[in-house]
């Protein structure tokens, strides 16, 4: 499994496309949470994120290739409803947050649904934080940082979302 995901990351980083996301999507809620994959797991996760970052980083690009940015979306929602650690903890979350809200600002129907999904999960994520259901690797005043960054980014993402539909 690791030898397959490791080949799909590396043609996904020659040439990015939505079909080579999903792959690791599927293998998220298998293996993610095992402890001798989360740190592979990460790496693809940082990989494939920083990839998409650079290659559609403006609306415009986002409407060229909305896929792409729906997959990707979805992979994170994965990541999200499996070991969420990954998501808040890990160095490209407010690259995350900034690329979501500019994906509001498109109107493409899988897109869409994609990200009012991710903000569904987010925000029952945040809520577990907050009510100390779901504890997160770091210490109690960089979580409440996190959450606080993670809810007013959750709020422009609603209202740009709301402003397309």
Not at 109 to 126: G, T, V, W, Y
Request: overall charge neutral; hydrophobic content about 40%.
């Amino acid at each position: 499994m690791k030898e397959y995901l490791e080949k799909m990351v590396q043609l996904f980083k020659r040439n990015p496309c939505s079909w080579l996301i999903y792959p690791i999507e599927i293998c998220v809620p298998l293996y993610a949470e095992r402890s001798n994959f989360k740190e592979f797991f990460e790496n693809i996760k940082e990989l494939v994120l920083n990839k998409v970052f650079e290659h559609i980083n403006s609306i415009e690009k986002i409407k060229v290739d909305p896929l792409i940015a729906t997959d990707m979306i979805g992979l994170v929602k994965r990541y999200l409803k499996v070991c969420p650690e990954m998501v808040f903890c890990g160095p490209s979350f407010s690259n995350l947050m900034d690329f979501t809200i500019l994906c509001c600002q498109v109107e493409h129907q899988e897109l869409n649904r994609a990200l009012s999904e991710f903000q569904m999960k987010l925000f029952s994520s945040l809520k577990n934080i907050q009510t100390n259901k779901l504890k997160l690797p770091v210490a109690e005043e960089e979580t409440k940082q996190i959450g606080e960054f993670a809810f007013e980014k959750g709020a422009i993402i609603f209202e740009k979302y709301m402003q397309v539909n």
